[in-house]
């Protein structure tokens, strides 16, 4: 099984940062991604970091937001800055395991970028 713990999130003005982390735990984890639930809209990727430490974001946080690990490849970090209100949403952290041919969900973090 796998299990992941999400921290960080809170409320920023515009322009602000702030710092979403993941702890995974679990075997054959072959990438990490970071999703965005924005109330009604439909959840979208925001970044992803697989086995080879492969990173890619979407388009409208590129340059903005940096994810990144350690060596010992945990937690998965996001970096968030120059938010804006349109950053804000549900933050989901999700692991694919290839051992069982699925995706995990963390139980998702609130971002709120407002004056």
């Known amino acids: 099984q796998v299990q992941l713990v999400e921290s960080g999130g809170g409320l920023v003005q515009p322009g602000g940062s702030l710092r979403l982390s993941c702890a995974v735990s679990?075997?054959?984890?072959?990438?990490i991604s970071w999703y965005r639930q924005a109330p009604g809209k439909q959840r979208e990727r925001v970044a992803t970091?697989?086995?080879?430490?492969?990173?890619n974001y979407e388009d409208s946080v590129q340059g903005r937001f940096t994810l990144s690990r350690d060596n010992t490849k945990n937690p998965v970090t996001l970096q968030m800055n120059s938010l804006q209100p349109d950053d804000s949403g549900v933050y989901y952290c999700?692991?694919?395991?290839?051992?069982?041919?699925?995706?995990?969900w963390g139980q998702g973090t609130q971002v709120t970028v407002s004056s």
């Open positions: 999700n692991a694919y395991s290839r051992a069982l041919g699925r995706d995990f």
């Open positions: 679990g075997s054959s984890i072959y990438r």
């Open positions: 970091i697989d086995n080879g430490d492969r990173i």
